[in-house]
Nanobody
Framework: QVQLVESGGGLVQPGGSLRLSCAAS????????MGWYRQAPGKQRELVAR???????NYADSVKGRFTISRDNAKNTVYLQMNSLKPEDTAVYYC?????????????WGQGTQVTVSS
């Protein structure tokens, strides 16, 4: 089991920045790929960024060049630095942890943190 707790959300003006953090506990953090997803009202949850166990990254096209995902295995924490925020980035942001083990995929989710981009 992995417990994930997000923090850092809030209200920011367009063009501003926020850094989300996700603290993990309950298992060996470095064994998991970590991701950030978001869900806006009336829309499906979508992948924002993901970082593998070896720190390779991938991003949604809509955030490339603006968002950066990183991980600190010593602190059991994954971050999402969000710059040049736009109103369309408004959503609840969820942290995830996943790994494949014994032919099964294990996925864990945090409770989410609200990000609102508005003037």
């Amino acid at each position: 089991q992995v417990q994930l707790v997000e923090s850092g959300g809030g209200l920011v003006q367009p063009g501003g920045s926020l850094r989300l953090s996700c603290a993990a506990s309950g298992s060996i953090f470095s064994l998991y790929a970590m991701g950030w997803y978001r869900q806006a009202p009336g829309k499906q949850r979508e992948l924002v960024a993901r970082i593998s166990q070896l720190s390779s990254t991938n991003y949604a096209d809509s955030v490339k060049g603006r968002f950066t995902i990183s991980r600190d295995n010593a602190k059991n924490t994954v971050y999402l630095q969000m710059n040049s925020l736009k109103p369309e980035d408004t959503a609840v942001y969820y942290c995830s942890a996943d790994r494949d083990r014994g032919g099964e995929r294990y996925v864990y989710w945090g409770q989410g943190t609200q990000v609102t981009v508005s003037s």
